[in-house]
């Protein structure tokens, strides 16, 4: 390497120990700049942490490229100035934040915090774990100008992320990502009135002062209430379900989440994987925290379902925003439901349940959504049954925003997947969905098999994989 590219990263490692409010941090940018460490000072300065329409995520070191209190205060300035010069009243709408369990989620949060308090900006932030379909439910219910969820979903244990949430409670499209990062490159330097370096002090301050506010009490409230209230009709029978259900949040924060879900439909309690019930960010059981891998990643669940004679497996990833579901076989083998086949399942029951609380409603007028990779099932199931059905990008934002036009339009929204293991029953996410259609389907003791055909009965049958399907005909 050049000398003259080495002084420009001794120049870019200064400014960056000049800026940095983690000691920590510091010393790592220190250690590497005595050592002469270039090809990695050169890796983590050089080039930023992209900012883009699902925010950031990276690994947790000190350096530009990376996820620490730098960054993360570096985005929040950014992201506090565009929200200031377009969205109009936001001192009084707020902004709300969640945050996981994974490593320095809340510290990133209370930073996050700081920086718009710092402008006056009220902040509804959530004290206990939060799940991420809770921050977008809490822009809506708040009238909130934005969110922000600390998270790496399903990453592992030495990632983090930020998730940012537009006003209408979707995740942020172009042209806001560009604009955020203009405004983050306008900001680096951190604000003094922000009191980064006594970030819990200034934090105690304007919780007294009232601008920063704990919304997780509307959560239990608002959220549960709401979703028994539009979709649970069976609540009473459902607590005669007699068969166990196991449960894992993959060492997430879905475990507390989950109970109240099953409470609001009156199910009884499920069965949690010890190991794994409680959140803990080294996710000591799995590598790779993500439902999705497997039989490897539910090893244990399959496990705890052989102790309790289960024949069901549900698990969330760390921030409980998927849904993975398994299923024993007559033969002893387990069937884990692909994306696809829990969207037509979930998109049938949100569908009658919605149909038998408003028998009245026209279905042209209901919309279905899933992403251009999904499978093609929910779009017959539509057909079939007259409701307005429309493919979206791939991706969650696209389908939040799309549901939020048609809402707009006069439809009424009722489902939308991506096979990705992603699912949105109105404004909630899936989990007490699938439970209760276990129960309905497996009242009174031991049931046949739990087929996805019995998902809809007159549906045409597709063989479906994560990029192809085929059609046959129904027997």
Request: glycine share 8%; proline share 5%.
């Amino acid at each position: 390497m050049s000398s003259d590219r080495k002084s420009e990263l001794t120049k870019l490692a200064n400014e960056w120990i000049s800026w940095d409010i983690n000691e920590n941090d510091k010393k790592e940018m220190e250690s590497l700049l005595k050592s002469g460490n270039w090809e990695e000072l050169d890796q983590r300065l050089t080039k930023r942490i992209s900012f883009g329409t699902a925010g950031l995520r990276g690994a947790m070191k000190a350096g530009a490229s990376c996820m620490n209190d730098l960054t993360v205060l570096q985005a929040s300035q950014g992201l506090c100035t565009y929200l200031e010069r377009n969205v109009d009243g936001l001192k009084e709408k707020g902004i709300v934040l969640g945050y996981d369990g994974r490593y320095n989620s809340k510290r990133f949060a209370d930073l996050t915090a700081a920086a718009f308090l710092s402008r006056g900006v009220k902040v509804y932030q959530m004290t206990r774990l939060a799940a991420t379909p809770f921050v977008p439910f809490l822009v809506n219910l708040k009238g909130a100008a934005g969110g922000i969820m600390v998270t790496a979903s399903h990453n592992p244990k030495d990632d983090n992320g930020y998730k940012v949430y537009w006003s209408n409670g979707a995740q942020i499209v172009e042209p806001h990502d560009k604009g955020i990062a203009k405004c983050i490159e306008e900001n680096l330097s951190p604000w003094k009135d922000a009191n980064y370096s006594s970030v819990d002090s200034f934090l105690e301050e304007k919780k007294k002062e009232g601008k920063l506010l704990d919304p997780t009490l509307d959560v239990e409230k608002h959220y549960f209430e709401g979703i028994a209230a539009k979709y649970c009709n069976h609540k009473e029978e459902n607590k005669k379900a007699k068969l166990p259900i196991i449960y894992t949040p993959m060492h997430g924060v879905g475990g507390y989440w989950a109970a109240k879900a099953f409470e609001s439909f009156g199910l009884p309690p499920f069965f949690p994987v010890p190991e794994q019930i409680e959140p803990d960010p080294a996710f000591p059981t799995v590598a790779f925290p993500n439902p999705e891998e497997g039989k490897g990643a539910l090893s244990l669940s399959m496990k705890a379902a052989d102790q309790h004679s289960s024949r069901l497996v549900i698990a969330n990833d760390p921030d409980a925003d998927r849904l993975a579901v398994a299923e024993k076989q007559k033969n002893g083998e387990w069937k884990i439901f692909t994306g696809n086949e829990i969207g037509i399942i979930l998109g049938h029951w949100a569908w009658t349940q919605y149909k038998s609380k408003h028998p009245d409603v026209d279905p042209s007028k209901c919309a279905v959504l899933n992403s251009t990779v999904s499978s093609k099932m929910l779009a017959s199931m539509a057909k079939k049954e007259g409701l307005y059905y429309e493919e979206t990008l791939t991706g969650f934002k696209w389908l939040g925003n799309k549901a939020e036009q048609l809402q707009k339009e006069g439809k009424i929204f009722i489902f939308a997947f991506e096979e990705a293991i992603g699912f949105m029953i109105g404004e909630f996410a899936a989990i007490p969905g699938f439970d209760d259609r276990f129960a309905r389907q497996n009242r009174f003791g031991p049931p046949p098999g739990f087929r996805l055909a019995s998902a809809y009965p007159g549906i045409v049958r597709y063989l479906s994989g994560r990029n192809y399907y085929a059609l046959t005909q129904s027997p």
